[in-house]
Each structure stands twice: as C-alpha cells, then as structure tokens.
C-alpha cells in the first residue's frame, strides 16, 4: 500500500500502478499488470482499523509562550493573534525545537499537533494525528457562520496571515487536498463563498497550486454553485510572505 500525503491519494499496488501510468482506471491497472508479468502474485495487505491518536489533556501546558519565531519575521504575525491559539515551543520529545499549535475536536479533545521546525529542517511541518479528521481551526467556525464565506488554506502559516489581516473565516487543509471531513463541515456550514488560496506556483513547470485549487473547486461543486467558488492565488506567491495590506488588496480584487 502507499500514501501520498501531499495529494491526498492513497491506495494499493492497482492504484499505485495506475496512476504511475496514468491508465484510465483501477481495471486498467490489474489488466496492464495481468498481461506484463502474469506470473507476479499481488497480496493485499489486511485491513487495519484506524484508532484516533490521543494527546495527554495538559500537553499545551508544556510549551513556551514565546513567540518571537512568528513577530520578528519579516511580515510579522502579531503577538494578540498567536495568543487566540494554543501555541508555542515544544522543547521535548518528538516535536522537540518546533512552534507547535494544538488541534482540538468539537468535544475540546486534542486529536494533533502541527509543528512548525525552528532549525532549518527538510520537514518544515510536522504532523501528529489523522489529518483526515480535523476542522482547525474550531475558532472560526463563528466568523465562518458570520460572514457565510470560508476561505481554504494549505497551512498554519497561510491562516495565521489571514488572522493578521483580520479575517478569521479560514479552515487549513494541511496540504492540496480537501479531505471528506472537512468538505461536509463546509457544506453543513452552507457558505455563500468559499475561496481556496494554494500557493502560487505558477514560476514551476507543475504549478501544483493552482492544479491542486482546481481540483478542490470540482469537489466542492458538487455541493454547492459554482459560481461561488472562487480561486485566490496569493500575493508574493504565499499569503504566508505577504503583508495585511497586500492580502486586504487581493481579495478586495475579487
């Protein structure tokens, strides 16, 4: 089995081979495979029961209130914003050196952690706990039912500058992919818009992006009119390397 968590696709050895050679489908797959080595016998891994990771109820007691990491940068986050989240430095275990936020369920529960890496680490974010499930953050579900309009982000960091900006009508995906959970509380918040803002990575041969906000459009149309389905690829490429004034800017332009 694989799991490709950047794209939300995951699957077996059929499923893997038909996306590699891009065959129409799961069938295509087995039959492409019957024919080249017929000989090769695939066993399908038993299925595994998923249990939730659970987090001790006092963990975010353990990090330090310091927040220099998000106010000292270049478009700093303000200290008021990052103290409506449960947030700070974990300097143990294993998201040791990372500004770690808590994810909460509706029950209040911790079910992850998102870390971000304070040393120039290859894995910038750390995840802890089944993305699949998670509604972060719970914190602006109000402003959502306020305004009727959601914006989707792929990260903390794209979230935390829409906060800055003064919008808190945002939910992250934590990647390019909108999982079923979170596209259900979206429509049983019955938004007036929802606008997804990926990256741009219209500088890359893949403009993953921009790819990745077309898919989520033609999901979420399923669901609700598409005329109120908007795309707002960033300033500067990141609304995490963009300022309140740009970000105010660019959606003001839709």
């Excluded at 041969?205 to 109120?228: R, T, W």
Aim: aromatic content about 10%.
């Amino acid at each position: 089995a694989f799991q490709d968590y950047s794209a939300g696709i995951h699957g077996d050895f059929y499923k893997l081979l038909e996306i590699s050679l891009n065959l129409s489908d799961y069938q295509s797959a087995r039959k492409w495979l019957d024919e080249k080595a017929p000989d090769i016998e695939i066993k399908q891994p038993t299925p595994k029961i998923k249990v939730d990771k659970k987090f001790d109820s006092d963990y975010g007691e353990n990090l330090l209130r310091h927040y220099s990491f998000y106010t000292n940068r270049e478009n700093p986050i303000r200290k008021g914003v990052l103290e409506e989240f449960e947030c700070g430095i974990q300097m143990s275990g294993k998201m040791n050196n990372r500004f770690v936020f808590l994810i909460r369920d509706e029950n209040f529960n911790i079910v992850g952690l998102a870390g971000r890496d304070l040393l120039s680490r290859d894995n910038k974010w750390k995840l802890m706990g089944g993305k699949s499930h998670w509604e972060f953050p719970m914190q602006s579900i109000p402003h959502i039912k306020k305004t009727r309009e959601v914006f989707l982000v792929e990260s903390v960091g794209d979230m935390l500058a829409l906060y800055n900006a003064g919008y808190r009508n945002v939910f992250v995906m934590f990647g390019l992919a909108l999982m079923p959970r979170l596209l259900n509380k979206i429509a049983s918040l019955n938004p007036n818009r929802v606008i997804i803002c990926t990256n741009d990575d219209s500088d890359s041969k893949k403009n993953e992006g921009q790819v990745a906000a077309e898919k989520i459009k033609k999901k979420l149309s399923k669901l609700m009119d598409e005329d109120s389905i908007l795309i707002m690829l960033p300033p500067n490429g990141d609304l995490g390397d963009s300022n309140p004034e740009e970000i105010k800017n660019r959606i003001n332009e839709i």
